[in-house]
């Protein structure tokens, strides 16, 4: 009797510990388009690619970007072709993310800027998932407003 209370509770514990990870463990770093989309797909999300933005946000970098979609989150990703490059680019955005080089976005909520090896990922949004899932898959944020609570 006892050894079915002791598996019954281990089988709990293992359910909501599954339950509240979310996913987070399976998270890579995210070096492409592909290698993004399943970092958020591995916390949860639905993702949906857009593909590329040729309207609202062309020419804000040397590359065009992709729009993707993670459960209605809007989330803009733009690969290079080498690290220095990103580097490049990534020093064209003023520390508070409105402005690249000479441009000025008027962000809905305020950006969150996040560079990993050849890709510069913008998240206009507030949902801390999609924050936390941006965090562990490109690193720390380098530009932008920093989320609510935070």
């Not at 293992?14 to 770093?29: K, L, Q, T």
């Not at 995210?30 to 946000?57: C, I, P, Q, R, T």
Request: hydrophobic letters at 45%; aromatic letters at 10%; proline letters at 3%.
């Amino acid at each position: 009797m006892l050894r079915r209370y002791v598996l019954l509770a281990f089988a709990a514990f293992s359910i909501v510990a599954v339950a509240c990870s979310g996913g987070g463990n399976d998270i890579e770093p995210a070096v492409s388009y592909d290698s993004l989309s399943d970092a958020l797909e591995a916390a949860g999300m639905k993702v949906e690619n857009h593909g590329e933005n040729k309207f609202l946000f062309s020419g804000l970098f040397s590359v065009p970007g992709i729009e993707l979609s993670a459960s209605g989150e809007q989330i803009l990703a733009f690969q290079f072709t080498t690290p220095e490059e990103t580097d490049e680019q990534a020093a064209l955005i003023s520390d508070v993310g409105y402005g690249i080089g000479l441009k000025y976005i008027n962000w809905i909520v305020g950006p969150q800027y996040f560079k990993n090896g050849n890709m510069i990922v913008v998240y206009d949004g507030s949902q801390s998932l999609v924050t936390s899932t941006l965090i562990a898959a490109m690193g720390e944020q380098f530009a932008g407003e920093k989320p609510d609570g935070a």
